[in-house]
Every structure is written in structure tokens, then in C-alpha cells.
């Protein structure tokens, strides 16, 4: 629900099906996209790496800056191999960049190999939920900040040290991004 606030529109790419997600979340994303094989509306082939390319592409040129929460890295991995995923995942990041975004990738640990998890982790920043909610709380305005407060929908945001560390990771989660801090406080 953060991710909507403080985006124009949530994209979600998951193994589960649309009423998983939302049952599970509690959230309706803009849109979603189901990795699949199944031939049914808003499902995508995994080893379809350029259909998804393009799928996310439009939603980050249509709702900017926007929230996509991924899912489902290592079912791309099986159906392709790790360095095409892994340049799939490089080219979506540096969209989500110049659209001053934030791309939030959930890869458990173990789920790829030793060497795979590295080449990851330099790309994408490993952050855990609760400096994600800190992050992202961070970036609202604080208004919205003492609101969300109040419902006790999530603890409230610690005030930085300095000015400079304020802001949510303009990539995310899992694959947080290097992005300075300025645009990082803009997202």
C-alpha cells in the first residue's frame, strides 16, 4: 500500500496468480503480470524475456515515477540462462532510473547460487523490510508520514542524522540502486 502512495502506479510481475496476490498483499496493483506458460490474458511467458521487457517499459513511460514490486527471478532462470536474466534485469533497472522510480526485486537468499547472488547484490542493493518501510515512509510527505502513524498501519519514520541519507532508494528492495541521493530523495 506504501508503494502506491508514493507512486503513480504499482506494477507487480509474480508467480502467483492475480487473486493470490491480492488475497495474500491486500493490495490491487495497476497492473499485474502473472509469469506463466499458461496462455491466458495478463500472463507472460517466462522465457519471453523481451515481451516483459516491454510490458514494464510502458508502465514506467505511462505512470511515472512508479512502484514494481518482482517476484519470481529464479522461474526466469529456468527458463533462461542466468546471464540473460541478469542483463534482462540490468536493462529494467536503468529504466526505472531515468523514470525516477523504484524497482523492488524479492530474491531470498539461497535461491540462486553463491556466484549468481554477488553479480546481484553489486547490481541491485539487498535491503531488509524494515529499512525499506523506513525508506519509503521517508519519502512521504510528512503529512502522509503522521497519518499512516496514527492508523498504526506501520511504526513511524525515524528522523535522519543529516540531510544528505533522507529518501527512499530510487530501485528498491531487494535490488536497491546506486542512485544518488538526490534523486533518490525526489522518488
Excluded: C
Excluded at 525516477?100 to 539461497?110: T, V, Y
Excluded at 529499512?131 to 525515524?158: C, V
Amino acid at each position: 500500500m506504501l508503494l502506491k502512495r508514493v507512486s503513480r502506479g504499482l506494477l507487480v510481475v509474480s508467480r502467483n496468480t492475480y487473486h493470490q496476490w491480492v488475497k495474500r498483499s491486500g493490495v490491487e496493483p495497476d497492473k499485474f503480470i502473472w509469469l506463466s506458460r499458461a496462455e491466458l490474458d495478463g500472463a507472460i511467458d517466462p522465457g519471453k524475456l523481451h515481451v516483459l521487457q516491454r510490458e514494464i517499459l510502458t508502465f514506467l513511460e505511462t505512470h511515472s515515477p512508479a512502484s514494481i514490486y518482482f517476484e519470481g527471478i529464479e522461474y526466469l532462470v529456468l527458463y533462461n540462462d542466468f546471464p540473460g536474466v541478469a542483463k534482462f534485469l540490468f536493462s529494467v533497472k536503468d529504466a526505472v532510473l531515468i523514470n525516477n522510480s523504484l524497482m523492488l526485486l524479492f530474491l531470498p537468499k539461497g535461491i540462486l547460487d553463491s556466484k549468481q547472488e554477488s553479480v546481484m547484490a553489486r547490481e541491485f542493493e539487498p535491503i531488509d523490510e524494515k529499512e525499506l518501510t523506513r525508506r519509503i515512509l521517508n519519502a512521504l510527505p510528512e503529512k502522509e508520514r503522521a497519518e499512516i502513524a496514527l492508523f498504526g498501519a506501520l511504526p513511524p519514520a525515524k528522523e535522519q542524522e543529516s540531510e544528505g541519507s533522507k529518501g527512499a532508494s530510487a530501485e528498491g528492495p531487494e535490488e536497491g540502486s546506486r542512485a544518488g541521493e538526490e534523486e533518490a530523495e525526489e522518488a
